[in-house]
């Protein structure tokens, strides 16, 4: 997925380029956008919450490596899920 909206840079470009100026590698994932995109994987974030937030976590580490983020910051990155309903 690359998110634009009115910019014509990618939306996760965006968002590393501020995590980079804020120096605070923190990510929030909305759980209803996810649900609103695709409704079978907003299942598997319910139903396997602890290990999908843990995978995600670590495509969002090696992301921000291969986005010239230092390898310590990057594995102090914070990934959230909000708004996930609790089963």
């Known amino acids: 997925f690359n998110y634009y909206g009115k910019s014509a840079t990618p939306y996760f470009e965006a968002e590393i380029k501020a995590m980079k ?3 605070l590698y923190e990510m929030s994932i ?3 956008d996810i649900h609103h995109d695709c ?3 907003a299942i598997v ?3 396997h ?3 999908v937030l ?3 976590r670590g495509s969002l580490v090696k992301y921000l490596v291969a986005h010239a983020v ?3 910051m990057a594995e102090e990155a914070v990934l959230k899920i909000h708004g996930r309903p609790i089963r």
């Open 70 to 72: 230092e390898v310590k």
């Open 39 to 41: 409704e079978e994987l």
């Open 49 to 51: 919450y602890d290990s």
């Open 21 to 23: 100026i804020r120096n």
């Open 45 to 47: 974030i319910r139903d």
């Open 30 to 32: 909305h759980y209803n």
């Open 54 to 56: 843990e995978d995600l």
